[in-house]
């Protein structure tokens, strides 16, 4: 695991928090931060890290398992798989499109135009923000 790898979760979020936990595992692995082979916080570690229960962790990697991005091996932990970067990126690119179109979509229901959309992503660019940050 790499020491510089840090979780949280809103718990104030509407997106439930095993979630939370494996979209940051994804895009993690998108964004190179992980790579196959290396190996991600334990259900405790991160239970601990982020202050929930590890039944709630034990979820996210079990869901992260199934679609080929982790595996658990006994006695070496829950590591990333070669194919999970290929996954990652795709399924993240799908959400982040999708979250982006929605956004934009209620922009324009309340009446902003363009020129002040663009203002608005471009300074939540600027913000820096990790996903999920409390407000």
């Not at 991600?40 to 709630?56: D, F, L, Q, Y």
Request: hydrophobic content about 45%; some cysteine.
């Amino acid at each position: 695991m790499q020491d510089s790898l840090q979780f949280s979760v809103n718990l104030d979020s509407p997106i439930a928090v095993y979630v939370q936990i494996e979209n940051q595992v994804m895009f993690a692995i998108a964004s190179g931060r992980l790579s196959a082979g290396d190996r991600v916080p334990s259900a405790r570690e991160m239970s601990t890290m982020i202050g929930v229960n590890t039944n709630t962790v034990i979820k996210a990697y079990r869901d992260l398992e199934l679609m080929g991005i982790v595996q658990t091996r006994r006695g070496i932990g829950v590591t990333v798989t070669d194919r999970a970067f290929k996954i990652a990126t795709g399924k993240s690119m799908q959400m982040v499109q999708a979250h982006l179109r929605e956004a934009v979509g209620e922009c324009i229901a309340v009446g902003l135009k363009p020129t002040d959309i663009r203002s608005a992503v471009s300074a939540a660019v600027d913000s820096g923000i990790p996903p999920y940050a409390s407000n």
